[in-house]
């Protein structure tokens, strides 16, 4: 079982920026797919972000391409998704979430394991 556990989130004033991080523990990082999801207020969680083990392939939600970027540290066991120009409609719970599976990595039932999620709030 793999833990995470997600820091970074805030108020942040609409058009600024934010960097999450999720520090996994308990196995083997580089044998999860790492995620972002986000769950605003009576709304489905919805996915933000993925990337691959190796790092070598991400996928984004796409109304979020290029404002977000996930990448990951295999050396520290930690995935971070950067936010930039951000905007009120952000304003989620954002999860950290891990995979051992490689396909459909943009859907919720392909994770095992989810962090507590962090706070975003972006004030306009």
């Known amino acids: 079982q793999v833990q995470l556990v997600e820091s970074g989130g805030g108020l942040v004033q609409a058009g600024g920026s934010l960097r999450l991080s999720c520090a996994a523990s308990?196995?083997?990082?580089?044998?999860?797919?790492m995620g972002w999801f986000r769950q605003a207020p009576g709304k489905e969680r919805e996915f933000v972000a993925a990337?691959?083990?190796?790092?070598?392939?991400?996928l984004y939600l796409d109304s979020l391409k290029g404002r977000v970027t996930i990448s990951r540290d295999n050396a520290k066991n930690t995935v971070f998704l950067q936010m930039n120009s951000l905007k009120p409609e952000d304003t989620a719970v954002y999860y950290c979430?891990?995979?051992?599976?490689?396909?459909?990595?943009?859907?919720?039932?392909?994770?095992?394991?989810w962090g507590q999620g962090t706070q975003v709030t972006v004030s306009s």
């Open positions: 979430t891990a995979t051992t599976r490689v396909f459909d990595l943009d859907k919720r039932y392909t994770y095992n394991y």
């Open positions: 308990g196995r083997t990082f580089t044998n999860y797919a």
């Open positions: 990337i691959t083990r190796s790092g070598d392939r991400t």
